[in-house]
């Protein structure tokens, strides 16, 4: 691996500012609530019993310092590509054979998501599994999430995205890697996999984004097809906002952190797999109100409500779905918003290595089953090393 210019890439800490710390508690403290809602369950949204309760612990629980330090963990750092700055977490396996594997986030999530899985990944021995199966992993902060600067100027799709994390592949030495992503991650990725397809091994999605070539033939695309109707007709409220007026939403989501939470933890609850543990369904089937909150940060403190919510815009502006040429691997978790079936996918794929449907998980896959999500990495890319 070449060496790597010291003013190339610095090294980063996750921020802890007293002050800002003190307004977000100002702001919390003095929350004008809005009255509940008329229904005993979450179809007019958020339940104020569930938000309150996780802003109460915001004020009087939730330890930033300590969660930060958590975080840092991992190593990351800041690099600026294209008069950007951008923020990625880099950990490389002990392992000299290692595949650099570049994964990537959506909305509503960031790096958090990941942190659970960038041990086994990269260290797989001492989790259990096959040295052969390790990554040098690199996580990055979409532009305009995190700690990564947000656009100035229009035109900032997946593809230069995707762009982005090409060059950054190569500032950190690595000429031959994989790609992983979801949400956006799965757009990003794909772009990858086709405008770049020199550099990338393969790319594994656990949201695979395809259009049906033909009418469900099975139960199961029937299944598929009904589900992506009832999203867009009664889940997709936030995608016409932020796909239309990102910024009127963003004031909101800037100056109120209640606001901030709120417009995430809706999207935890509806998204992901609750019913598989058994418990009543709630947040805390899959997430602790630690996780959601470090999450939550990860927007808040950056302001990053506004700049993320862009992403949908400049989609919409100019529409993209990239059909890579490279190796392709898709995991369908079951309470995935967009799913496929094998017949699909094949059909959408020139290249598809690898497709498997997994019994449980949800849109946050890496976060709520991380074991089930490192095995899925695994058995994608010992298809494509």
């Not at 790319?203 to 009904?226: C, F, G, K, W, Y």
């Not at 932020?242 to 209640?258: A, E, F, H, M, N």
Request: proline content about 7%; some cysteine; overall charge negative.
């Amino acid at each position: 691996m070449p060496p790597i210019a010291a003013h190339d890439i610095t090294p980063f800490t996750t921020p802890v500012d007293a002050d800002e710390l003190d307004d977000l508690r100002t702001r919390l403290e003095g929350t004008r609530w809005a009255r509940g809602e008329l229904v005993d369950d979450w179809s007019q949204g958020v339940r104020l019993d569930v938000i309150r309760s996780l802003c109460e612990y915001w004020v009087d629980g939730y330890d930033w310092p300590t969660r930060a330090a958590l975080l840092d963990r991992h190593t990351q750092f800041r690099t600026t590509i294209g008069g950007l700055g951008i923020h990625f977490v880099h950990v490389r396996s002990s392992q000299p054979e290692a595949l650099p594997l570049v994964m990537t986030h959506g909305w509503p999530g960031s790096i958090v998501e990941f942190q659970a899985v960038i041990g086994p990944l990269t260290d797989p021995v001492a989790h259990g599994g096959d040295a052969a199966d390790a990554f040098h992993l690199i996580c990055p902060s979409l532009p305009g999430y995190g700690w990564s600067d947000a656009p100035i100027e229009r035109g900032m799709g997946p593809e230069e995205i995707a762009a982005i994390w090409a060059e950054l592949m190569s500032r950190l030495g690595y000429d031959r890697y994989g790609a992983q992503g979801g949400d956006w991650g799965s757009m990003v990725t794909a772009a990858l996999g086709t405008h770049h397809s020199d550099h990338v091994a393969g790319i594994h999605l656990n949201m695979p984004v395809v259009i049906p070539n033909s009418e469900p033939e099975t139960p199961a695309e029937r299944q598929i097809a009904d589900d992506l109707k009832r999203f867009r007709s009664v889940d997709s409220g936030y995608q016409k906002l932020q796909s239309t007026r990102p910024q009127t939403l963003g004031y909101g989501l800037v100056d109120s952190p209640v606001a901030q939470a709120a417009w995430i933890v809706e999207k935890l609850w509806s998204w992901s797999d609750r019913a598989w543990s058994g418990e009543d369904g709630g947040l805390g089937a899959c997430f602790t109100d630690d996780e959601i909150l470090d999450n939550v940060m990860l927007y808040w403190l950056p302001g990053a409500g506004v700049t993320s919510a862009r992403l949908y815009w400049e989609n919409r502006q100019r529409p993209v779905l990239p059909i890579p040429t490279v190796p392709v691997g898709c995991s369908v978790f079951p309470k995935e918003l967009a799913r496929t079936s094998r017949r699909w996918a094949d059909a959408h794929y020139p290249d598809l290595r690898y497709f498997n449907e997994v019994d449980r998980g949800g849109h946050f896959a890496a976060w709520e089953q991380p074991e089930l999500f490192v095995d899925e990495v695994r058995a994608c890319f010992a298809t494509m090393r």
